[in-house]
């Protein structure tokens, strides 16, 4: 595999450190030092935990720093004297934090606080156990093979898994589920002889603080062949899933729990029972709880068997129908894991009604790293506006919490595989990066974190790296910007999800359409004359997407069905807008790497070749989405490009 | 497996059969009659080669009505006087064709003089040796496994193999290609480790006197690794390939030849080195020359990386375009095999121009038995009408010869697999049926083959058996009313081809387009003001497809582009002939079900099940055609149903 890239101390200028610390992290900090190459100079660190803070020339300084509420596991404070560096934490995962941050700083060290916003930060892998012949080894992988899983089995050599746990660490992931929510046959045995390659992995996690987490399925008790129900309420289950449980805990006592996709795209569920989903998660929350385990149960609960014809069942008003009804009635060690939108992972969407309904429930905001929807990893598409975005979004619409202060964790799907580079596109690493660091600290500005990516990453000037930014940074936008118009979504190649196809899943069983014709296109969801899927929202969120005159443009076809002559408040018509951004985001691509063209040598020929080639692939695709969303809606309005450019017949 | 169906001689009323001849062939009619139940009665069989004539009692009839030019290798005669009947043949191959005809026909035979209209009718079977991730273990096969090849080798026990050789001779087929003509990767092998396990089956189907062929890779040099060059004017290539045909040849010296896919969907080809495919397959051909072999060249060549913006490219025009300008150019025994239709088997398009274009080259008409876009054998679609339409289609359209008197042979695609019924569909054993009676004889009527077939295959009453024929016959007329309208072609899944998906090559690069827009569909392949591909038929028939006012309606949208208002020559405009005809075929299709309900308890219980469950998902695909299409139609249009049935918005 190619260098760890951000993570690596070697190309950033670290002072000399000490650790002071009986902590095992110590030991692994310890190890991380000799990979440093320290730059020397004027400034010393010493790491220590609390208990020895007597061993540095700051104490008092330290304690007088210390917030009142303590800094908890994971959390640091850095005092800096003239030369003098001591960054404190309470324990040995604080001091982890605490070195990664020593690490990305350098000597520009500053006095700081630094505690998590989220005591649980976390990737999924949809890895398989063994490959499935249509998703192949990762589900929505675009980065090669599982680093977990080859052939059927655990791997043997755990060193790969080493390196990532490093590079979570490094950017504050405390949390990983291993395999895909899409538990399928053999993956099952996760829970019974593959148990001990299960402790393995945790236990190379684990020296990163990283807890280990299982997605398990819901037929568990019947797919491995002990009974032959799921009945949540039958007595058996209960006690299948405990002595389950025990076992799991027996070979890895700090698993962090379960993570379940149930009545989710054909996989089992507590519905095959008569059970509501409160039945579903309470049973596997029970097996957990002696154990101390948590269970992240997925809201991602819909019809995908739907009619194309039934215009009244609206797949974005699911997980809100199926969960609201339940608030309150889950354990306390469920976590119901949310997707940020109410259809998936859309390049644009409105935000789930659910963040902001759930009020006696503990919620995980689910991303997605992974780029499904946003390009596979062969298009260049930075994430981290489009998360902060949702982050920052006012559930209520008039100052109330926001998103993220509603969640009680983060998770997302991850965009790591085999590849040497790690996520396939060398620059979709920063994806990676800013998820990590928003789940630490989700008021950070995304821009900010790409430069510091970008620093730690790649041996260039500092000029050569702003301009690297400035690519990167609205490539979101762009990406937006060449492919389905106003948040109407989808418009994908059924299945891959890479390319255009703008009737795609239009008559499919997917719940995802347009409903384009002749005069117009968009999906009424309002309340007034549509599916009513605004009334999940509370006023004035509500009734400003239930109005077309306060809707706003990027979601006016998520929830309208509009005339192409109708004007957005941008003043242009839709249709124009369709032509006009799906221009604009060829020639932003194309303007992007005339950039990149620039650049590209000064970096090292494994990024220059990489990114090279997948930005002529950008372009491909791009001109794709260009050219048939725009015949598309031509050949449908019959109305001209205002600008008289090629729209093909 | 099941039974054989519909050639079980248990099923017949076959008469007391004795055999006279030396011939090889002779062992295995003898073996076949073991097998029969014989009647009995007052009819008494003999069959004799002409060398044993005198053992028959009816020597001198015989000789009166043989044919002046002889019965060559294949015909048979049959003489009766009251309870006697001869049937003699010049060798014992027309003895085993003339020996099923005896059980076809029981105790009503006649007099009769029996010649194929053609010395070579084949089958391609598209097994691939390895099963493609893909396409599977038979690219567009809808009936299980591939009865030759199992996990990467020529399956052990060919016993399947046997039944298969004996079925094919009892509808008149004589020739097999085994392999897909996508060859890939270890499949080339089978010219050379593999030939042991090529001659295994060989020496199978030779019993019953059916030659085998191999589909080879025009790479095959370079894929093997022999050569860095597969041009075929470099002479190395040139003894490359009389060098693997004289090691093919040691170990099979009775094969048939080569069948060979260049230069099409990505296969290698001439093109590569400069070099026309005149040189490529006489390269081939003169390699098999020396051994009597035929080489059978596919003139399925077209850009498959087609921009869909191109409106000047027209893949129908493809063949054409390849292969008349070489006309006269091909060695004798080199056969181009032609697809019917200029596209690729649709359920209805125009006869390939090329059929009645070569005049000094040999052409095979190539068929295709199985269902790709016919249903896959889950819809049921009787083609036999189809396929005689094009033996009988008049290739000037003044009287001309049709492309069964152009053609030197027949060839279709095989519909079989390792399905217990062969065929998936039990009722798709009637087309397999069709295309074997169709290449003897070519003016047969494909409703009394479905009769044959049903009263060789099913232990019904006669009554009973009338109702299935009718419930068959006209399935392919339904399949196009639910289907892609008035000739226009594709509007299917893609990759897949079985259900709707009217858009779905919509912006593909095959090639394969509706054009429609909000005020018309169609394709423009006029000389006036469209892809000119009219022209590449004779007057008068180039004309009356040019003419709107003379263009037959089932393929005007093969040739016009024209408003959904255009009035058909049945009186009825464009969009109300879509929404009649798909009603139609859906309630067709309602209508079959329900007579086949009234009957299916009389058939054997797999039968009765197979043909239920398929008939019921037949049902659900037609509704899904008929209403994708109409709603499709509808939304382009905005034209509501004269008739006010339901069409979704």
Same mark, same amino acid.
């Given at each position: 595999?190619?260098?760890?890239?951000?993570?690596?101390?070697?190309?950033?200028?670290?002072?000399? @450190?000490?650790?002071?610390?009986?902590?095992?992290?110590?030991?692994?900090?310890?190890?991380? @030092?000799?990979?440093?190459?320290?730059?020397?100079?004027?400034?010393?660190?010493?790491?220590?935990?609390?208990?020895?803070?007597?061993?540095?020339?700051?104490?008092?300084?330290?304690?007088?720093?210390?917030?009142?509420?303590?800094?908890?596991?994971?959390?640091?404070?850095?005092?800096?004297?003239?030369?003098?560096?001591?960054?404190?934490?309470?324990?040995?995962?604080?001091?982890?934090?605490?070195?990664?941050?020593?690490?990305?700083?350098?000597?520009?060290?500053?006095?700081?606080?630094?505690?998590?916003?989220?005591?649980?930060?976390?990737?999924?892998?949809?890895?398989?156990?063994?490959?499935?012949?249509?998703?192949?080894?990762?589900?929505?992988?675009?980065?090669?093979?599982?680093?977990?899983?080859?052939?059927?089995?655990?791997?043997?050599?755990?060193?790969?898994?080493?390196?990532?746990?490093?590079?979570?660490?490094?950017?504050?992931?405390?949390?990983?589920?291993?395999?895909?929510?899409?538990?399928?046959?053999?993956?099952?045995?996760?829970?019974?002889?593959?148990?001990?390659?299960?402790?393995?992995?945790?236990?190379?996690?684990?020296?990163?603080? @990283?807890?280990?987490?299982?997605?398990?399925?819901?037929?568990?008790?019947?797919?491995?062949?002990?009974?032959?129900?799921?009945?949540?309420?039958?007595?058996?289950?209960?006690?299948?899933?405990?002595?389950?449980?025990?076992?799991?805990?027996?070979?890895?006592?700090?698993?962090?729990?379960?993570?379940?996709?149930?009545?989710?795209?054909?996989?089992?569920?507590?519905?095959?029972?008569?059970?509501?989903?409160?039945?579903?998660?309470?049973?596997?929350?029970?097996?957990?709880?002696?154990?101390?385990?948590?269970?992240?149960?997925?809201?991602?609960?819909?019809?995908?068997?739907?009619?194309?014809?039934?215009?009244?069942?609206?797949?974005?008003?699911?997980?809100?129908?199926?969960?609201?009804?339940?608030?309150?009635?889950?354990?306390?060690?469920?976590?119901?894991?949310?997707?940020?939108?109410?259809?998936?992972?859309?390049?644009?969407?409105?935000?789930?009604?659910?963040?902001?309904?759930?009020?006696?429930?503990?919620?995980?905001?689910?991303?997605?790293?992974?780029?499904?929807?946003?390009?596979?990893?062969?298009?260049?598409?930075?994430?981290?506006?489009?998360?902060?975005?949702?982050?920052?979004?006012?559930? $209520?619409?008039?100052?109330?919490?926001?998103?993220?202060?509603? %969640?009680?964790? @983060?998770?997302?799907?991850?965009?790591?595989?085999?590849?040497?580079?790690?996520?396939?596109?060398?620059?979709?690493?920063?994806?990676?990066?800013?998820?990590?660091?928003?789940?630490?600290?989700?008021?950070?500005?995304?821009?900010?974190?790409?430069?510091?990516?970008?620093?730690?990453?790649?041996?260039?000037?500092?000029?050569?790296?702003?301009?690297?930014?400035?690519?990167?940074?609205?490539?979101?936008?762009?990406?937006?910007?060449?492919?389905?118009?106003?948040?109407?979504?989808?418009?994908?190649?059924?299945?891959?999800?890479?390319?255009?196809?703008?009737?795609?899943?239009?008559?499919?069983?997917?719940?995802?359409?347009?409903?384009?014709?002749?005069?117009?296109?968009?999906?009424?969801? $309002?309340?007034?004359?549509?599916?009513?899927?605004?009334?999940?929202?509370?006023?004035?969120?509500?009734?400003?997407?239930?109005?077309?005159?306060?809707?706003?443009?990027?979601?006016?076809?998520?929830?309208?069905?509009?005339?192409?002559?109708?004007?957005?408040?941008?003043?242009?018509?839709?249709?124009?807008?369709?032509?006009?951004?799906?221009?604009?985001?060829?020639?932003?691509?194309? %303007?992007?790497?005339?950039?990149?063209?620039?650049?590209?040598?000064?970096?090292?020929?494994?990024?220059?070749?990489?990114?090279?080639?997948?930005?002529?692939?950008?372009?491909?695709?791009?001109?794709?989405?260009?050219?048939?969303?725009?015949?598309?809606?031509?050949?449908?309005?019959?109305?001209?490009?205002?600008?008289?450019?090629?729209?093909?017949?």
């Amino acid at each position: 595999m190619e260098d760890l890239c951000w993570l690596n101390p070697a190309l950033v200028s670290s002072p000399p @450190i000490t650790v002071h610390s009986a902590d095992p992290a110590a030991g692994t900090i310890r190890g991380e @030092i000799d990979r440093v190459r320290t730059a020397g100079g004027d400034v010393q660190v010493a790491l220590c935990t609390l208990d020895h803070l007597a061993e540095t020339p700051l104490e008092e300084e330290v304690r007088a720093a210390l917030p009142a509420d303590g800094l908890g596991t994971e959390g640091f404070v850095v005092v800096r004297r003239g030369g003098q560096v001591v960054v404190a934490a309470e324990a040995g995962r604080g001091l982890l934090y605490g070195y990664f941050h020593v690490v990305r700083r350098g000597d520009r060290l500053e006095d700081t606080v630094e505690l998590p916003a989220y005591p649980v930060r976390m990737l999924d892998h949809w890895d398989n156990l063994v490959p499935h012949p249509v998703m192949g080894a990762v589900e929505r992988g675009y980065a090669g093979g599982s680093i977990f899983f080859h052939d059927g089995a655990v791997v043997e050599d755990l060193s790969r898994v080493r390196e990532y746990a490093r590079l979570l660490t490094s950017i504050g992931i405390n949390a990983v589920s291993i395999n895909n929510v899409n538990v399928r046959g053999p993956a099952t045995r996760l829970l019974t002889d593959l148990l001990p390659d299960v402790a393995r992995i945790a236990a190379v996690l684990r020296e990163w603080g @990283i807890a280990t987490h299982l997605a398990v399925s819901y037929a568990a008790p019947i797919v491995l062949g002990d009974l032959d129900t799921s009945d949540p309420l039958d007595p058996r289950v209960v006690r299948w899933w405990a002595a389950a449980s025990d076992r799991v805990y027996a070979e890895v006592p700090d698993l962090g729990g379960f993570v379940v996709k149930a009545d989710s795209e054909n996989q089992p569920g507590p519905f095959t029972y008569g059970r509501d989903h409160g039945d579903g998660a309470n049973l596997l929350a029970r097996a957990l709880r002696p154990h101390g385990g948590t269970l992240y149960w997925r809201c991602f609960v819909y019809d995908c068997h739907q009619d194309w014809r039934d215009r009244s069942t609206d797949r974005a008003r699911a997980a809100y129908d199926h969960f609201m009804p339940l608030d309150g009635q889950f354990d306390d060690n469920v976590v119901l894991q949310i997707k940020h939108g109410p259809l998936d992972f859309q390049v644009r969407e409105a935000v789930s009604p659910l963040l902001g309904g759930l009020d006696r429930t503990r919620m995980a905001l689910e991303l997605q790293v992974t780029q499904e929807y946003t390009g596979h990893q062969r298009d260049l598409c930075y994430l981290g506006p489009w998360w902060r975005e949702i982050l920052d979004f006012d559930t $209520t619409g008039a100052g109330g919490a926001t998103v993220a202060q509603r %969640a009680d964790t @983060i998770v997302a799907v991850s965009n790591v595989g085999d590849d040497s580079n790690w996520t396939g596109h060398k620059l979709a690493q920063a994806n990676l990066h800013s998820y990590g660091r928003l789940a630490w600290n989700p008021g950070a500005d995304p821009v900010e974190l790409l430069h510091e990516w970008a620093a730690a990453t790649f041996d260039v000037d500092a000029a050569t790296r702003a301009q690297l930014v400035e690519i990167m940074a609205d490539s979101w936008q762009v990406y937006e910007h060449y492919t389905a118009p106003l948040g109407v979504g989808f418009m994908v190649a059924p299945h891959g999800h890479y390319g255009p196809s703008v009737n795609g899943y239009e008559y499919s069983a997917w719940g995802t359409y347009h409903f384009a014709d002749r005069d117009g296109v968009g999906v009424d969801r $309002t309340v007034a004359s549509g599916t009513g899927f605004t009334a999940q929202y509370p006023e004035p969120l509500a009734g400003r997407y239930e109005d077309l005159a306060t809707c706003p443009d990027e979601l006016l076809l998520f929830f309208h069905h509009v005339p192409y002559g109708h004007v957005l408040q941008s003043g242009r018509t839709v249709v124009q807008h369709i032509y006009d951004t799906h221009f604009q985001g060829y020639d932003e691509v194309v %303007a992007k790497v005339e950039a990149w063209r620039a650049i590209a040598d000064r970096f090292d020929p494994a990024t220059r070749d990489n990114v090279s080639a997948r930005f002529a692939g950008q372009v491909r695709n791009a001109r794709e989405w260009r050219d048939q969303v725009n015949t598309y809606f031509f050949r449908m309005s019959g109305v001209p490009d205002a600008a008289g450019r090629t729209v093909y017949r």
